[in-house]
């Protein structure tokens, strides 16, 4: 079992910047590629960024590409997303996911769940 929490959520201006935060806890957080998801009102939840293990590897949603920066720190058993240039639609709930595969992209694929964190991006 891996427990997640993700922090850093709230209301940023368009534009604006937040890095959100997602903790691990549990089985070893290295043997995880994470992954970001998120879910806006009266949408299905959609796939925002993956990170491998180690890092290595990254893949974006095309509408986040060039904005969204997926880290890591395995030291801090955290994985980050940092945020630029946000925009009034990327208001939703963020979710960060944990799976022992790497590059999936469907949230039926993780395994594990954070409760998520909100982020309001006004115009």
């Known amino acids: 079992q891996v427990q997640l929490v993700e922090s850093g959520g709230g209301l940023v201006q368009a534009g604006g910047s937040l890095r959100l935060s997602c903790a691990a806890s549990g089985q070893t957080f290295s043997n995880y590629a994470m992954g970001w998801f998120r879910q806006a009102p009266g949408k299905e939840r959609e796939f925002v960024a993956a990170i491998s293990r180690t890092g290595v590897r990254i893949i974006y949603a095309d509408s986040v590409k060039g904005r969204f920066t997926i880290s890591r720190d395995n030291a801090k058993i955290t994985v980050y997303l940092q945020m630029n240039s946000l925009r009034p639609e990327d208001t939703a709930v963020y979710y960060c996911?944990?799976?022992?595969?790497?590059?999936?992209?469907?949230?039926?694929?993780?395994?594990?769940w954070g409760q998520g964190t909100q982020v309001t991006v006004s115009s």
């Open positions: 996911a944990a799976d022992m595969m790497w590059g999936l992209t469907k949230d039926q694929d993780y395994d594990f």
